[in-house]
């Protein structure tokens, strides 16, 4: 995983860090188990305060994404599997509630957006 900051972006380093994370997280390339770099390591190879990882860290844990194992450092949590599907079924979601809206747009009905959903399922 490589995790990069840039001085362009209009929110805080810590956020930058924390959605990189995450996005490792989400797209797999971090599984459940994987352990994530020390604080220090982290913050010595961004050139960031320690207190910035933390940081993200920190909400990542509450997220329940991560958890600290004290001694031995922060995993990818276990549960981060439900999250992740959770997540999926929500980019789902909108997916076809912007589907729908352009279906509507085109105007078609209740009826032919189901027969078209149907149709969508068979062919996968």
Known sequence: MKIVV????DG???EQIKSQILQAI??????PGDILPSLRSLARDLKVGVLTINR???????EGYIENI???GCFVAQSSEE????????E?????????REARKAGAGDAQITDLFRQCMEET
């Open 70 to 72: 004290q001694g031995k």
């Open 56 to 62: 993200a860290y920190a909400e990542l844990e509450s």
């Open 92 to 100: 789902a979601r909108a997916m076809f509630a912007d589907a729908i």
């Open 26 to 31: 989400l797209s797999r390339e971090l599984m």
């Open 6 to 9: 840039s001085n362009n972006y």
């Open 12 to 14: 805080p380093i810590y």
């Open 83 to 90: 999250l992740l599907r959770n997540h999926l079924i929500g």
